[in-house]
């Protein structure tokens, strides 16, 4: 590992690398890839798409002049080398953590930052309202969309390509196109049949004239498919992309920065939409991350010299293991059961069931909304269809869930990972708002397990409910209960008491029943008593229990890792409000309302008081007794 | 007009189609003709779409054996040959009338209806999950996918058709090429950029190659270029969705039921994914619907002779127009102002702002997801985005307004027409949901207007608010009250008191103000007190008015056209609980949990007691009062 950031050290913002010789940006690569691997082997991060596009972003820095010119990162977590060009370097250590660089491209962090963004695909969308402000501002600065071809299989990708060409203004496309081994998925583009078809049009007229006068098989028909056969072998992506009316410029070698400067100084002087095809190879620089770029796509910390993860102390498996081995064991059961990803078979748990039962599973892409709709139809046929996928990606399908399952109650189960704070990835990827938007549709029953175990019996509840169902559990490890063996449903909308105590209750949803447990257990000793109930279910909600505790306890505190607005406590509020008891006193703890920013999962709950101290600390405050300490 | 039925009347079930001699297929298209015109002309609906795949719709059901075969309409609007059909011919006059047939696909209709629809561009992931669940299955049952070329412009069906393509499962897609004046847009598919990268991949090796030896601009690189363009002008549809995997047939004349039945037969012998391309006329078989498509697509009801629209006793402007009218004269003094639709110029009142700016305006095709990133871009330039959009739509964009627009409080405004129910669309188009979902997300303001002269006033309001800011208002008229000439913005986070009396409280979101108020003035007579507060916001909500209100009244009546789960009146009781008041007595109106069927507005608000009536009613009951009348 080369510690020397001598050229590093000297950037204070892209001016300085403007101001390099050509020949000294590679050295300039080289030590960018060094501050890379060296930080990320302690904070973890995106380490492999980074790597891939250090050289595209010092070429970029160098050509374009940013920020008057705009460079748009898709996704944004390929943007560490864009950071330590923009004046970040010094501030480079912090990444990921509390108070420190995000991990992703954040407008509020620098004026370099073009646009915020955490989610796929969104850069040609985002660039082309920037290109077409500019030019009515009567602007010359250029916008740069840089896109990965796994970001280009969202339809929200396709959407903004299919009117980029249209309106012909003034954007550039970077494709980077690192060649995965998961198929490079690069969605063809707007207006290119359209065009097409007017423009054969009289090629077409004359075809089927000549077909009418044909039989199918006939040799004269079979001689047209073959011509048409043998110019589609022709077709390469620059053709392609210049039907859609883009100019293209490549393929390039995206770790050639010579090659890329020519390219975009070349791209530069037009002034209609261009895209510049550029190959890159993921985790370069790295051996252990290009031999492995998924692994080292976002990885924890490793030891740099052989790319191993560092161990730590035992842990208890993760919700995210327990859901992925419990779905296989009832699979092997039940030959109905069939799982779906959007592009997440490893984060969401899925990976093993692949190879359990490949013709079961399916990965659709970086494709929320298309993910759920499929899945809609496999419930037509009669296939439980498991939806796994992040709480965050999960808004991507909002009227997925609501139009096309609840409308008819298909039994389709959301099995919603990394629900609540996820910690380092920040604003843009908290699962802060599931309970929310989901509790408000129709028909969809939603729960949240208390840890690992229940998140085993709520999946086999899930799959024998027959209706839109979804359970939301965190990221991170489970609470260290024992799943066991046979698996036992929970009765649908049934919460569970667990403490008993006449001074307070709480209703608690999801794992930090535990840390509620935990302050009730603590406030035991000092004489209070605390009714604690394991809330299951969101909705329905069971209001039979909660009515009549609240009867005897008034006094009510509802506990939920979920936004405030519109959440779990607020379904209690409506409950009570809706039997017509008043009297009752209930304080709402959850996560306020705004978007909260980057840090481990812990240090995130401490601040919003979601810990046994919080919780404790809001019981007595409560009782009217937080003066008493 | 012809009112002879005699086949139509015949036909019980697809099985008595296919026992029709096929000269007899387009006396029964003639007979569907009319009685579509005959009934749409009084009931109103969509039109031109139905008239327009009568003859695919004849050559479907004579070719495939549905239900087990599945042909999913994409959208549901151009069904109405296709409830004939299926059983449905004697309840065809009670189209979009309470109680009677959706003007929709709804599997809860009929068996014959293969998925539930009613927005765009489902069809396509919804077959690929019944084909990939047929297939496990082993049954040999065909689906068919018929898809507008309009449908196609959205993310979501070409996420369908990219996996389509690379899971080559039995998956027929039609493609209903109506070739309208909207030029017909008609997406590129999944894979074809990927597979001719690596089948091109050596052309382009070589082609790069020779190319380092050049410099740009030289003779032999022009003669490359030229090479290219030559092979791109013979690229056909057939050889692009062929590219894409896809056996492509076509194009066919779609009103030649022998053409179509004779194509069908042949894709019915395959396979594999198969895309059958079909050219017809928007409206076909009727002479004005031809001539003005657009205007038939959907329509209220009409002079069959004329096509001239049935007048009605004039009623005050609707909101859509008043909408679009003071969006143009704000517009005029701010040309900062740009306006943003997904394919409804027309329904949103834009249309007239198109005309007056066409350069500010933005039509982005069937792309909502796209439509509001767009606008975060517009934003990010300093401009004022104003997105129109139905309610109902918004749901396809909510990830986006969270993380595109809210997190960096980027000033897009969205205006959002047919909030609440929408009347003879039914369950998939009420506006029922965006107060909770919207109302969750923080940094978003979120306004309802009591009327039309408010619907002015808060469009300039959030013009010049600066964030991300929405206005919800139904569809339909006005209340009939004067839209000032000088259009004065409302104080962000104000509500507003109308009448005042001790007896209740009665806080009210929207048009349904006004019920409130009539409700309120008829008890007035009855020696009963009510205050009536006109909320304004969703959010911020005026807690500190609601709060000095309810310590005053602690009976509350909240009163909204949105869903009780989540919405305006869960606001409120967050809003009481969080300042600690206890003993208010809270009882919320609005839209049951549950889907609303389709019916006028009037027939479905006066069933959820969302009229003077209703609201009197439950002011008596709140007031334990309902048993004296």
Redesign the interface.
Known sequence: MNNNYSLLENIASPADVKSLEREALPELAAQIRSKIIETVSRTGGHLAPSLGVVDLTIALHFVFNTPPD?IIFDVGHQAYAHKMLTGRFSRFDTLRQRGGLSGFVR??ESPYD??????AS?SI??????????E??GERAKVVSVIG?GSM????????L??AG?LKKDLIVVLN?N?MSI????????????R??S??RS??GW??EFKSLLR?GSVAYKLMKRL??S??????????F???DFNYFG?INGHRIDHLIDAFE?VRQTNSPALVHVLTTKGKGYEPAERNPTYFHGVGSFEVSTGNCVSRAASPPSYTQVFGKTLIELAQKDDKI?AVTAAMPEGTGLAPFALHFP??F?D??I?E??GV???????????K?VVAIYST?M??A???V???V???KLPVVFAMDRGGLVGEDG??HHGA?DL??L?????FVLMAPADENELARMLKTALEYGGPIGLRYPRGAGVGVVVEEKIKPVPIGKAKVLDQGGDALVLAAGPLVHEALCAARRLAKQGIGVTVVNARFI?PIDSELIISLCKKI?RVLTIEEN?????F???V??CI??A?L???????MGIP???VEHGTQKELRRSLGLDEDGIAGRILSLLGRDNHK
Chains 1, 2 share one sequence.
Request: hydrophobic content about 40%; proline content about 5%; overall charge negative.
């Open positions: 705009k407008m509020s073009a646009f915020t963004v955490g989610h969104t969308s985002a660039g082309l309202g920037m290109a077409c402000g500019k009515l501002k071809d299989t969202a339809g929200l990708a396709y959407e903004g299919n009117q249209g196109d060649d198929a490079p998925n690069v969605g063809a583009l707007s207006g290119f049949l359209s097409k078809l423009s054969s090629f077409l075809r089927e199918q048409e056969e110019f589609k072998a022709f077709i390469t992506p620059g053709m392609l210049e039907a859609f393929p070349a069939v013709e079961r399916f659709v892409g494709a909304q298309h709709t499929f899945a809609a139809g496999l419930a037509v046929e009669g296939f269809p990606f808004q991507r909002y009227d997925q609501l139009h096309d609840c409308i008819e604003p843009t708002f929310s938007f509790r408000s549709i129709p028909n909705k008034p936004a405030l607005s519109g959440g406590g607020s379904a509020l409506e409000a809706d017509g008043s009297g009752v006193r209930v304080s709402r309302d705004r978007f």
